[in-house]
C-alpha cells in the first residue's frame, strides 16, 4: 500500500505564490519507478489534470492555464513531489490532489493513476 500525503496548501492573495509537496510513503517501490502527476478539484466541478512528471524528471506536462505560472519536481531521493505555483489567480482555487501513476507513464487522465493523496486546499483571494 501507498500512502500520498500533500502539504503546503493555504490561503493567498491573487499574484502569490505557494508550494505544494506529496510525500511518499509505505511498503512500495521508490516513486522513482513511476510517473507522478498533480490534479485538482473546484467546488461543483470535476477532478482536472494540472501538471505531471516522468520518472526522472526530464520530462513534464501541463495544462495550458497553468503553463508558465506552475512548475512540477520530484526528489526521488526524498520520495516527494513538489508543485511550485506562481502568479496565482481565483480560478486556481480547489483542492489539490498528488497522484502515483500505473507505470512510468505519467499522463494527464485520471485513470493513468492508481494512488492519490488526499488533497490540500488551495485558496486564492482576489
Known amino acids: 500500500q501507498v500512502q500520498l500525503v500533500e502539504s503546503g496548501g493555504g490561503l493567498v492573495q491573487a499574484g502569490g505564490s505557494l508550494r505544494l509537496s506529496c510525500a511518499a510513503s509505505?511498503?512500495?517501490?521508490?516513486?522513482?519507478?513511476?510517473?507522478m502527476g498533480w490534479f485538482r478539484q473546484a467546488p461543483g466541478k470535476e477532478r482536472e489534470f494540472v501538471a505531471s512528471i516522468s520518472r526522472s524528471g526530464g520530462s513534464t506536462y501541463y495544462t495550458d492555464s497553468v503553463k508558465g505560472r506552475f512548475t512540477i519536481s520530484r526528489d526521488n531521493a526524498k520520495n516527494t513531489v513538489d508543485l511550485q505555483m506562481n502568479s496565482l489567480k481565483p480560478e486556481d482555487t480547489a483542492v489539490y490532489y498528488c497522484?502515483?501513476?500505473?507505470?512510468?507513464?505519467?499522463?494527464?487522465?485520471?485513470?493513468?493513476?492508481?494512488?492519490w493523496g488526499q488533497g490540500t486546499q488551495v485558496t486564492v483571494s482576489s
Open positions: 509505505g511498503r512500495t517501490l521508490s516513486i522513482s519507478s513511476y510517473g
Open positions: 497522484a502515483q501513476g500505473r507505470s512510468i507513464a505519467y499522463g494527464v487522465r485520471i485513470n493513468d493513476y492508481v494512488y
